[in-house]
């Protein structure tokens, strides 16, 4: 079994910075695919970015483009989102998934194991 713990959300403003983590513990996640989606008041989940098992290959939502970057350090067992430049839109709850068939996915259905998901608010 495989648990996930997000940290590192709070309140920010407008063109701030916060670094979110994934913490896994139980089975190592460091052959999975881990993902980041975020689900705002009234909204569906929606993809956020993910990495692959070695950090190969990454994908992100055109919303997130160039001012969020997700990496890995799999001796750690953790999985970060660094997300520069926030916008008020970018709140929401942000949650951290993993897929043990290691696929590249967008869809939320693909990932097996999440997390209870860490709130981020920006302020404008």
């Known amino acids: 079994q495989v648990q996930l713990v997000e940290s590192g959300g709070g309140l920010v403003q407008a063109g701030g910075s916060l670094r979110l983590s994934c913490a896994a513990s139980?089975?190592?996640?460091?052959?999975?695919?881990t993902g980041w989606f975020r689900q705002a008041p009234g909204k569906e989940r929606e993809f956020v970015a993910l990495i692959s098992w070695n950090g190969g290959s990454t994908a992100y939502a055109d919303s997130v483009k160039g001012r969020f970057t997700i990496s890995r350090d799999n001796a750690k067992n953790t999985v970060y989102l660094q997300m520069n430049s926030l916008k008020p839109e970018d709140t929401a709850v942000y949650y951290c998934a993993a897929d043990s068939q290691r696929r590249l996915s967008i869809r939320t259905s693909a990932y097996d194991y999440w997390g209870q998901g860490t709130q981020v608010t920006v302020s404008s």
């Open positions: 139980g089975r190592t996640v460091s052959s999975y695919t």
